[in-house]
């Protein structure tokens, strides 16, 4: 089964000092797990001085968790002698990856998925985020 990943590209203002920034949030459909998200943030970490990655000076990698469902209990049927209980928190974890100087975000994402391999599909919502 392919890791399906999803991003979203914002462009934003720093806070401090209005000037431009790009914000990149990365999820999966199979959520990613707190060891996870840590190793993929550890692994970028690894990889900043690759000679074809594209961030460029100052950056932030950060993690994003938005409670969308409380939780869900259900039961899982395969066979009647056997019954398993899933217990799923719907939370959406996410990476969030800043970089404070002009970024080509389709260029990083290229990137990206080269490193984790999967799906990778663009989200784009209408509602603006507040960044």
């Given at each position: 089964m392919v890791r399906k990943y999803f991003y979203e590209v914002v462009h934003a203002k720093s806070r401090q000092d209005g000037k431009p920034l790009t914000r990149i949030y990365v999820w999966a459909k199979r959520a990613f797990s707190h060891r996870e998200m840590f190793s993929k943030q550890?692994?970028?970490l690894d990889r900043l001085t690759d000679l074809d990655c594209p961030l460029?000076?100052?950056?932030?990698?950060?993690?994003?968790?938005?409670?969308s469902v409380s939780a869900l209990c259900f039961a899982k049927i395969d066979h009647f002698s056997r019954v398993?209980?899933?217990i799923e928190f719907a939370f959406v974890h996410s990476l969030e990856?800043?970089?404070f100087n002009p970024l080509d975000a389709r260029a990083f994402i290229e990137w990206l998925s080269?490193?984790?391999?999967?799906?990778?599909?663009?989200?784009?919502?209408?509602?603006k985020r507040v960044a």
């Open positions: 550890e692994q970028l460029d000076g100052a950056m932030q990698i950060g993690f994003q968790k938005e409670m398993k209980k899933e990856i800043v970089a080269g490193l984790w391999k999967g799906e990778w599909k663009e989200v784009v919502t209408k509602v």
